[in-house]
């Protein structure tokens, strides 16, 4: 009688498993597997090849810092050739790494170099405070900070860009910012805004001073503090000011024969800027200055002396969306009077130049840069003591984006 009554009750519940509404039943839980952290790394990048020849009226007309195929014997020149590597590998932990294959040695082109080596560490969920550590973009200047990928005129304004050449050194740097103003920071890049990219509202760091893949030359670090904010108005206009400083020692390396300096040619590097941006919806217009002090080539004295420097430019612009296309007009001036510590004997420089151009964007995968240039530049150093050189030319960039 059990065994009746026990195959009776597992009758039944077999009939109740199979007659229930199994609409109704949830589907097994999705067994979810984590990342490996090589499938979080992006691939980017772009290549900018140049053509500075057309209409030029002076090839003695050069401009070391900006683009070396100025002037004779410049030709068509592979101005950069980036790829980035990136991804966070941890909820905490991002990574950038950018070499560059445009770089060159001596008379040698197209050699790799790192411009981008760090690792960025935030303290908290939300990313707003993070470490930025290795080499990086020094925290100086709106244009020092935006990408030549997004820039308009085709090389950075030397009043600031002396400041820091290739716009980076090896060192720990502090970044905070709210997530909503990081998310603000983002889309004024991928907009076609032309922003600076996410560097803080507030950012301070401490880093060696020689600038970008070269040694440190003394015992000092050189420190930088910059603060930012984009306010956002009601009708979606952007207006972002700034200020930022930094203080060191420099050294100067490349010293003609006989030309004379302080101990060991270490100079007192210091400076303070503004920045004034306002963004091109559809009119734009910027501004920047900087004032200091740092070494400086005396053609008189034949020494390389401690002098003041400043400068600054405006650049004005205008986006038009036709379609699918953006042309964005734009014209810059720019003026510098002071040395460039990177250059032999810190070259003295005076610089005045009015530059007017268009991008032209048919697709997101490609740009092309005209850009006529009128230029009054005296560059000069113990081994050419008197230059002064005038003159125009049409310059042009092709750029591929991936």
Sequence with gaps: ?????????????????????????????????????????????????????????????????????????????????????????????????????????????????????????ALD???????????????????????????????????????????????????????????????????????SGDYGVAGIGVFNGQVANRPEANDGLHAVARFSYPFEFKNGQIFEPGIQAYSGKAVVTSVTAG????????????RLAGTLVWFAKPFGLAAEYNYGTGPEYNPQTNAIEQKTLHGGYVLASYMLKLKEQVLIPFTRYQYYHGGKKQELDARKHRVKELETGVEWQPIKNFELVAMYTVSDRTFEDGALTQNHQKGRLLRLQFQLNF
């Design 259 to 270: 030309v004379s300096g302080k101990e060991n040619y270490e100079y007192t590097d210091r």
């Design 125 to 195: 969920k939300k990313k707003a405070y993070r470490f930025r550590i290795g080499q990086s973009k020094v925290p100086y200047g709106f244009e020092n900070l935006q990408s030549s990928q997004n820039r308009l005129p085709l090389d950075r304004a030397d009043a600031l860009n002396s400041a820091f050449p290739n716009e980076r050194d090896l060192g720990i740097f502090f970044y905070w910012a709210p997530p909503a103003v990081r998310e603000r920071f983002s889309h004024l890049v991928s907009s076609g805004l032309k922003g």
């Design 1 to 121: 009688m059990r065994f009746l009554i026990l195959v009776a009750l597992c009758v039944g519940t077999v009939q109740l498993v199979f007659c229930q509404d199994t609409s109704k039943v949830a589907p097994p839980a999705t067994v979810k597997t984590a990342k490996k952290w090589y499938e979080a790394i992006n691939l980017r990048g772009y290549t900018q090849v140049r053509y500075n020849r057309l209409l030029e009226t002076n090839p003695d007309l050069k401009c070391e810092q900006c683009d070396r195929s100025w002037g004779k014997n410049g030709g068509f020149y592979f101005r950069r050739i980036r790829l980035i590597f990136s991804g966070n590998i941890h909820d905490r932990v991002f990574f950038y790494i950018q070499p560059d294959f445009a770089g060159a040695i001596d008379k040698t082109l197209n050699i790799a170099q790192i411009r981008d080596a760090y690792f960025d560490l």
